[in-house]
């Protein structure tokens, strides 16, 4: 399968990184880092499929992760919604003046469609 690899040039901008574990069914010893935890495989449910996944713990790390948001043209969050949620996952904890739209975490709304 080669669909996590494949990215449209279009989006070369936006410099996305894509995980992807190969691993057994049942082989629960994925390697990692300490700063980077890995959960047991787990399934969803979607149109009538069983999807395997696994949920990666980013709590050491998240802060080195995320420097900028775009929201798109047609989503129907707001920024304050972003900020809200951000707060809420720890992103604002110890952030100097409280938030402004340049520290920590660039929040902006993109005018351009997607295609």
Same mark, same amino acid.
Request: glycine fraction near 6%.
């Given at each position: 399968? *080669?669909?996590?690899?494949? *990215?449209?040039?279009?989006?070369?901008?936006? #410099?996305?990184?894509?995980a992807?574990?190969?691993?057994?069914?049942?082989?629960?010893? !994925?390697?990692?880092?300490?700063?980077?935890?890995?959960?047991?495989?787990? +399934?969803?449910? &979607?149109?009538?499929?069983? !999807?395997p996944?696994? %949920?990666?713990?980013? &709590?050491?790390?998240?802060?080195?992760?995320?420097?900028? !948001?775009?929201?798109?043209?047609?989503?129907?969050?707001?920024?304050?919604?972003?900020?809200?949620?951000?707060?809420?996952?720890? +992103?604002?904890? #110890?952030? %100097?003046?409280? +938030?402004?739209?340049?520290?920590?975490?660039?929040? %902006?709304?993109?005018?351009? &469609? +997607?295609?």
């Amino acid at each position: 399968m *080669k669909f996590p690899f494949v *990215k449209n040039r279009g989006f070369q901008e936006e #410099k996305e990184w894509r995980a992807v574990v190969c691993s057994q069914i049942g082989n629960y010893n !994925i390697p990692g880092s300490d700063e980077i935890k890995f959960s047991k495989i787990k +399934y969803r449910a &979607t149109d009538g499929k069983l !999807i395997p996944y696994i %949920e990666m713990d980013f &709590t050491n790390v998240k802060k080195d992760f995320i420097k900028e !948001i775009w929201i798109g043209p047609r989503a129907c969050v707001e920024i304050e919604d972003v900020v809200n949620f951000l707060n809420y996952n720890g +992103y604002y904890e #110890k952030a %100097e003046n409280g +938030y402004n739209a340049q520290q920590p975490i660039k929040i %902006e709304k993109s005018s351009v &469609t +997607y295609r």
